[in-house]
């Protein structure tokens, strides 16, 4: 059976099968976006613990998708395995699937799904020459993973020296980090929530980032190296204007503590959805590793 792009409606759909067979999942909103487009976040057990989120960016919808099967994974398990239960009712699970609904929708369906930001969004890519399917940022035309606070003013100089200067369909990161409700939103659940673990799924490439700063901690590089021996991806470090700016780069700076960058399977952005069957269980087996350390061994 062909398996759809994971656009909102799709994502509203998983969202509706996992809350109809497990009444124990709380469901909240962590935000709207700019164009009224609601950030929903689940979670599974008590407060803190993991944070894994998804689709920051337009193009990478597919980790969505994985991070609601996930989601029904951990649920399962929490009917069927009482001890297992019991420890994550300590240490929670908070998901947020989709981070980037508006930029979701522009690149799955169109320049249309933008409303009242249509022709602003349209002039962005006739500027950048791209066609919808390519766009990344979000409905302002910020990218997400480039607007938190980690080393913004070396991010805004990378994005100068390439020419970056103005709300285009990727890698221009706002005026001031946290500038876009997304990251707002994102930084603020952190703050009050006291998670001792972050990761966030991108694509593509089927590497591993764990590092950032002089504030990462210790054990990060040995859980990298684990979770590749897991799956068959590569440790690595991003480079250039994927430097910085990152929710990954951001929670280690802030609290430090782990956290970690996935970019999800391997081709051309955006991934086709017909991969989701091999690359899912080399996710799985990762963000499993990464559960059950923060509530058996942390």
Known sequence: MKISECDVRKAEVLEYELMKNYS????????KTELNRKIPAYRIGGRGGALFCGAFHGME????HMLYDFLGEVCSRFVSDSVFAGKLSVKGLTVVPMVNPDGVEISVN??????KNAEFVSECMIKSRVSHKKWQANGRGIDINHNFNAGFSAVKENERSLGITAPAPTRYGGEYPESERESKALCELCRQENFQMAVALHTQGREIYYDFGGNTPRKSVQLAENMAKLSGYVVSHPSGIAVGGGFKDWFIEEFHRPAFTLEIGEGENPLS???FDIEYPKVSKMLWYLLEYIIYEQ
Do not use: D, M, Q, S
């Not at 919808?61 to 969505?64: G, H, L, S």
């Open 24 to 31: 124990f999942v709380r469901k909240f909103v962590i935000t």
């Open 61 to 64: 919808r597919i980790t969505a």
């Open 110 to 115: 169109g320049i249309h799904t933008a409303g």
């Open 273 to 275: 959805p017909e991969i």
